[in-house]
């Protein structure tokens, strides 16, 4: 795997600093059933990865002594930890909202055949890894017969109620480009999204979230294989907006990783760039979510390097979707 690190870190980026936490992003490990070519965490089957129950405990109680309004599941496949429905119903229990950031094709797997039950049991927001409407690029980008399970994934998760107008079950789908480009404006495709897939199978859901491919991991090391890298890199900081800069999700979320070390996103997470050690400088090392509190980080710098472009680039990309 080639290391885009060195490269990024020499492309400079405006100084930024963390609002009041407000989401907790939670990753849960790196195993996952799919291998998709754009994944910044190089997840897959065999990656070994997995959070203790010792550290979910210290996050639950983070959680609980700082009065996070959300937590954001991910992965890998974050429903293949063996206590994912136990997190899900403490959380709800608590009062806390849940996302659960979904390949889809988990549910269809032996063994989380009733994960989604469990999913509108306690209420979790599903966002879901759908890349195009179109089984071929589906497939190009997920593997083989990803866009098929897909679908049938998404059907049951409708007949539950998710995506069903009034039912408080929100089901999102997730677009990213197939390769080194900018998405498409996120309003029209969605109307697009929406269109086809309710035209072909009856399918419906709440909103799409654009998201950018950060050139990280997978992606990057093959954007460096095919001599991308740079030009992609150019893309980006041209289409910089620096309105962006107040929306990036980086101000009001924490990423926790499977051992419990704490980073400003989960790119920065897989780049293995630790959140800023204390407020006043930008030296950094590796801080434990038992270590602090939500107070502890306000106002701390934000660790940046070239991939923030990819937040900022056009109409900005977050977990959330576009930002403008």
């Not at 907006?241 to 999700?249: G, H, I, K, P, V």
Request: charged letters at 20%.
């Amino acid at each position: 795997m080639l290391d885009t690190l060195p490269l990024l870190q020499k492309i400079p980026f405006p100084a930024i600093k963390r609002k009041k936490l407000d989401i907790l992003q939670i990753n849960l490990g790196y195993r996952c059933n799919q291998q998709c070519l754009h994944c910044h965490v190089n997840a897959g089957p065999n990656r070994k990865e997995e959070m203790s129950s010792e550290i979910l405990l210290q996050i639950i109680n983070f959680v609980k002594e700082n009065h996070i309004r959300c937590v954001d599941l991910t992965g890998g496949a974050p429903e293949m930890h063996p206590d994912f429905i136990e997190l899900i119903k403490t959380f709800y229990e608590l009062g806390v909202a849940v996302i659960d950031r979904c390949n889809l094709t988990i549910l269809n797997e032996t063994g989380y055949e009733n994960t989604a039950e469990k999913l509108a049991e306690y209420k979790v927001e599903i966002v879901a890894s759908m890349p195009c409407y179109l089984e071929e690029n589906v497939d190009k980008q997920r593997g083989s017969g990803v866009f098929e399970s897909s679908i049938e994934a998404l059907l049951s998760l409708n007949k539950l109620g998710y995506g069903q107008q009034d039912s408080g079950l929100k089901l999102n789908l997730v677009y990213n480009p197939q390769g080194a480009s900018l998405s498409p404006g996120q309003i029209e495709l969605e109307h697009d999204y929406k269109k086809f897939l309710f035209n072909e199978f009856g399918i419906v859901f709440n909103q799409l979230f654009t998201m950018t491919n950060v050139p990280v991991n997978r992606f990057g090391s093959m954007l460096l294989s095919k001599k991308d890298f740079d030009p992609y890199m150019k893309l980006l900081q041209e289409a910089y907006q620096a309105e962006n800069l107040a929306s990036l999700m980086c101000r009001q979320q924490l990423s926790v990783d499977w051992q419990g070390y704490i980073y400003d996103c989960d790119f920065n997470q897989m780049l293995g760039l630790p959140i800023s050690s204390n407020r006043d400088n930008r030296q950094n090392h590796n801080l434990h979510i038992s270590q602090v509190s939500a107070e502890d980080l306000n106002s701390r710098d934000i660790i940046v390097a070239g991939h923030c472009y990819a937040c900022t680039a056009g109409q900005g990309s977050s977990c959330g979707g576009a930002l403008s």
